[in-house]
C-alpha cells in the first residue's frame, strides 16, 4: 500500500535518521512538520546574536574612551544574514538579527560623530569543521568539499579588511549570488531614508 499521508510530524528531526527521514517525507511531496530542539535554538540564539551584544555592551564604552585615537569593532556574520537557506533557517535568522544590529550601530556611532568604526565581514560557506560529519551530520563526507578554501578566503578577507572602504566586507559569491552588490544596497539605502525621515520627526 503507498504511503497515503500527506502531512507528517517527524520527532526527532534535527539530525541522523529523523533528518533522512524527513528529507524522504519532503522529496516525495509530502509536508513535514519538524520538532524543534529549543536548546539548541537557545544555545545558537546565544552563540551567534546575543553573545555579540554583551561584548558592545563591554567594548564599547573603553573603545569611545579612547578618542580621538581611531578604533572599531569588527563583527563577523554571513552571507546567510542576507539569504537563508532551507536546513538551517535558526542560524540565518541569527545572523540576520545581528546583521541589523550592525546596520543600527554602525549609523548611531557615525550619529554621535564616534571615533568606533563599525565593521561587518560576511563570508560564504568555507571549508571548515563547520560543515563536518560531526557538527551537520545530515551532510555526512560531502560537508568537507562544501564553500571556499579556507585559505583563499583569508586572503580575501583580509584585502576587503584591509581596503580604505571596509566598512562592509562581502567575500566571493556573497558579492553577487546572494545579493550584497544588488538588492542589498537598494535595501539599506532604504534604510538610510527612513532614519533620516525618523531624525526629522524629531525636531
Request: with cysteine; aromatic share 8%.
Amino acid at each position: 500500500m503507498p504511503f497515503e499521508y500527506k502531512k507528517v510530524l517527524v520527532l526527532g528531526a534535527t539530525s541522523g535518521i529523523g533528518w533522512a527521514l524527513a528529507s524522504k517525507l519532503v522529496e516525495k511531496g509530502i509536508s513535514v512538520v519538524a520538532e524543534v530542539d529549543l536548546e539548541a535554538v537557545d544555545l545558537e540564539i546565544l552563540t551567534n546574536y546575543t553573545s555579540f551584544l554583551h561584548l558592545t555592551k563591554a567594548f564599547l564604552p573603553y573603545l569611545q574612551k579612547q578618542a580621538p585615537k581611531p578604533t572599531s569593532m569588527i563583527y563577523t556574520t554571513s552571507g546567510l544574514a542576507l539569504v537563508p537557506i532551507l536546513y538551517c533557517p535558526g542560524y540565518c535568522s541569527t545572523k540576520a538579527a545581528l546583521h541589523h544590529h550592525i546596520l543600527a550601530l554602525r549609523q548611531q556611532m557615525k550619529d554621535a560623530d564616534s571615533n568606533v568604526k563599525i565593521i561587518e565581514l560576511f563570508p560564504p560557506a568555507v571549508q571548515t569543521e563547520l560543515h563536518d560529519a560531526k557538527h551537520q551530520p545530515q551532510l555526512g563526507d560531502r560537508g568537507k568539499d562544501i564553500g571556499m578554501p579556507l585559505d583563499e578566503f583569508t586572503d580575501e578577507a583580509w584585502a576587503g579588511l584591509s581596503a580604505d572602504d571596509n566598512e562592509q566586507v562581502p567575500v566571493q559569491m556573497v558579492k553577487t549570488m546572494m545579493g550584497f552588490n544588488g538588492w542589498e544596497q537598494e535595501r539599506q539605502k532604504t534604510a538610510q531614508k527612513m532614519w533620516a525621515f525618523m531624525k526629522q520627526q524629531q525636531h
